[in-house]
């Protein structure tokens, strides 16, 4: 087995001198897309079967309202169906050795990279990303593939043994430590069972492939839910469904199934029969979900990222190009739509109308519309709820802060929710830098002394990303032993708070971000879908 090495199509293409080649591929597959994929009914898939449920979802591209498909309406009653036929393939699939998995898991980060550019035209279709978001996106879901077979292959299928030797004298009553006959131990790590992923809907492709394969390749069987209410991402998760049928995955071990939370995730919360959730998605979602298990009397692992609201420190000693670079790109790519986004910045009284206005020299230059098309940075918002929180915030901004720019619906000539970054200057006690808001919206404070910011920084439920602009190390250091973040960067032109690379920066939340302190993207991530068994056999 090869060692892991990162996709990076984009970069790759360009330091080949092949970006027009990237640009051609990637508009051959959204004209494909368009005439061959688009507009389909497509069925719930179980046991390797089509369901059809008799009531029907219709989902809408937010690009320009372009019917995507039509999914089913799946029901408490079909997800049941789905479940029991996840437990039934669970025995066969479990004992499978694992490096039959791996191959799987290999053969189907191959069938990715085959059909990516494909796959990322219908990402963007559906949640309008950019097609350096898309190709990423799906990039990291191939990474995520790669990463977790090379692990399970370096641990050897998290087995190990060790051994106890004979003693030479015995005892006629046992009691601990006593002497004996000579103890084989194996340690070994065994799958819980059936798992429920629930995926969400700004990483539909990466997020959905990451918690799918870390169920899957440590032996688990999966029942999962696309994003199928309001913000909708179902036809990237019938690409998944097609790539891990062809890779190999046996019927009824991986089963696809759309329809609203309130059915298809309570019953996969409640039901008996299923040992564990992943899932990523708003705190309310997941702690509901987790309170609905542990009231019907259920312990099952919940690994969960539940969202964050990301601060960045600008002290007085940054290179202001770097963090407005930064912080342009972690608050605004698209649309703010990522739990990792930037929405909150800390910047030092002295160095704040500066960086505003390098800021704004920035925010002016990103182009607004049709995410299809190469030269728009920003894309449309995911869907009408979406609309209404970015609205609210302006009205909430104007009220109680000052906006210094944008606050406005733009008209794009195209049937979808386009708006303006919007950049807000306030005090951090308003609710603006509190809540989360997945949408293109910053709030801007300003400090007198470091230790102040970092207690600003700090003081919001979550706990994912940050990061710092400063020069001086001192002040880094003390952030890093500070701040209260699964994820920080220090400097980094490229984005202040997102684009956490696999196998390089693990991607963990802390306090109401996530649960378990443990991240994807790591050695410590597949470890979560197993428990510990202690084997002894005394010879």
Not at 109 to 121: E, G, N, T, V, Y
Not at 368 to 396: C, F, H, T, W
Request: aromatic share 10%.
């Amino acid at each position: 087995m090869a060692d892991f090495k990162n996709e990076f199509t984009y970069k790759n293409f360009l330091e080949s001198g092949k970006e027009a080649e990237f640009d051609r591929l990637f508009d051959s597959s959204v004209a494909k897309v368009k005439k061959e994929v688009l507009g389909k009914k497509h069925p719930i898939y179980i046991d390797g079967k089509e369901i059809f449920a008799g009531a029907e979802i219709l989902e809408y591209s937010p690009v320009d309202r372009t019917l995507i498909g039509t999914f089913q309406k799946g029901s408490r009653e079909i997800a049941g169906q789905a479940i029991d036929s996840a437990h039934r393939a669970f025995e066969e699939w479990s004992a499978l050795d694992y490096r039959d998995r791996i191959r799987i898991f290999e053969k189907a980060a191959d069938l990715f990279s085959q059909r990516k550019f494909d796959i990322s035209a219908i990402l963007s279709i559906e949640n309008g990303k950019s097609r350096y978001e898309s190709v990423g996106e799906v990039d990291e879901a191939i990474d995520f593939l790669r990463y977790y077979a090379l692990d399970v292959a370096k641990n050897k299928g998290y087995v190990r043994r060790t051994s106890l030797g004979a003693s030479t004298t015995e005892v006629k009553a046992g009691f601990q430590g006593a002497p004996g006959r000579e103890e084989r131990v194996t340690i070994a790590m065994r799958p819980y069972g059936v798992f429920g992923v629930i995926a969400p809907f700004n990483f539909p492709v990466s997020i959905s492939v990451g918690m799918s394969t870390g169920a899957l390749i440590t032996g688990n069987t999966v029942v999962f839910k696309p994003s199928s209410t309001d913000n909708m991402t179902m036809l990237t998760g019938v690409e998944i469904y097609k790539v891990f049928r062809d890779a190999g995955v046996p019927p009824g071990v991986f089963n696809y199934v759309t329809g609203p939370g309130s059915e298809v995730g309570d019953e996969l919360a409640i039901n008996p029969k299923v040992g564990g959730i992943a899932f990523t998605g708003s705190k309310n979602t997941g702690i509901g979900m987790l309170k609905k298990s542990y009231d019907a009397g259920l312990i099952k692992p919940f690994i969960v990222e539940m969202g964050g609201k990301n601060p960045v420190i600008v002290s007085k000693y940054a290179n202001l190009d770097y963090a407005v670079s930064g912080i342009s790109s972690a608050a605004f790519g698209f649309c703010g739509q990522k739990c990792s986004a930037t929405s909150r910045a800390y910047v030092h009284e002295s160095v704040k109308e500066e960086f505003i206005s390098k800021l704004l020299d920035k925010v002016r230059s990103f182009k607004i519309g049709n995410p299809l098309l190469k030269e728009n940075y920003m894309g449309p918002l995911i869907s009408a709820g979406a609309l209404d929180r970015y609205k609210s915030a302006v009205q909430e901004a104007g009220r109680s802060g000052r906006i210094v720019f944008g606050g406005r619906i733009v008209d794009t000539g195209l049937n979808g929710a386009y708006v303006e970054p919007t950049i807000m200057e306030g005090d951090h006690k308003n609710v603006l830098f509190h809540e989360e808001l997945f949408v293109p919206f910053l709030s801007i404070a300003t400090y007198k002394k470091f230790e102040d910011a970092l207690a600003m920084a700090n003081d919001v439920p979550y706990g994912l990303t940050a990061g710092i602009y400063s020069e001086k190390k001192s002040e880094v250091k003390e952030f890093v032993r500070k701040i209260k973040a699964g994820v920080i960067y220090a400097n980094r032109e490229t984005s202040s708070s997102t684009g956490a690379i696999v196998g390089l920066q693990t991607f963990v939340g802390w306090k109401h971000s996530a649960l378990t302190g443990k991240g994807s993207g790591s050695r410590f991530y597949l470890q979560q879908f197993m428990r510990e068994q202690s084997q002894t056999l005394v010879k």
